[in-house]
């Protein structure tokens, strides 16, 4: 299986701190994809990174992405209550239609 | 995303029984895509389509089938539901460009429980 890992499991901060997940991976791939889901619901969209990209930002969230390690990161700063979720990677190989999605991280940010 | 439906969200079987999940999309996505989602394995693909009457297995396919008629609905079928298809399945759709690049749209899920 290319199916990677998140890193860590699970994950317990105070509001306002910073919060950082980290996903490894196996195969190579063509872009990587964050994802976040809110307990009893379906998984959203938050970010992509592509291959030849090294960071990028939205918001409040920063991605790293370092080929030669296979490995990416979550940096979610200044942290909210409503951040509580599960968050996913999901790695796309060249060529293939198929996200690989790894076990997730599970956040709790206490008010 | 809303443009994503599953049908039922919530059911309960007995061993045996088959069982049919249905999801509707408004988005003219291409690409759609059944996954089951367990604790302590992630999300795990199990059928997947790239166009009406175009479908694929994937990873944990064993146990399923599904159709795709009509771009709007995939359906995924449990001919014969056993303890270890209990699980909460996603639908997800995605657009050609999408696709290439990862991005998919889920629905809300289905929790589905053979007992």
């Known amino acids: 299986s290319q199916q990677g890992e998140e890193d860590p499991q699970a994950l317990s901060i105070q509001e306002g701190e910073n919060a950082t997940m980290n996903c490894s991976y196996k195969t190579s791939i063509n872009n990587l994809q964050w994802y976040r889901q809110n307990s009893g619901r379906g998984l959203v969209h938050l970010i992509l990174i592509r291959s030849n990209e090294r960071e990028k930002h939205s918001g409040r969230l920063r991605v790293t992405l370092d080929t030669s390690k296979k490995s990416s990161s979550l940096l979610i700063t200044a942290s909210r209550a409503a951040d509580t979720a599960s968050y996913f990677c999901?790695?796309?190989?060249?060529?293939?239609?198929?996200?690989?999605f790894g076990r997730g991280t599970s956040l709790i940010v206490h008010p | 995303d809303a443009g994503i439906t599953q049908s039922p969200r919530h059911k309960v079987t007995e061993t045996g029984t088959p069982v049919t999940l249905r999801c509707h999309q408004t988005?003219?996505?291409?690409?759609m895509y059944w996954y089951r989602q367990d604790p302590g394995h992630g999300l795990r693909l199990i059928h997947y389509s790239y166009g009406v009457k175009d479908t694929d297995k994937g990873e944990v396919s064993d146990g399923y089938s599904v159709s795709r008629s009509k771009t709007e609905d995939f359906l995924l079928t449990l001919e014969s539901a056993t303890s270890s298809q209990t699980s909460v399945y996603f639908c997800a759709g995605a657009s050609s460009g999408g696709a290439r690049t990862g991005e998919l749209f889920f629905g809300e899920g289905s929790r589905l429980t053979v007992l």
């Open positions: 988005e003219n996505h291409r690409y």
């Open positions: 999901a790695r796309l190989r060249g060529g293939s239609y198929i996200p690989t």
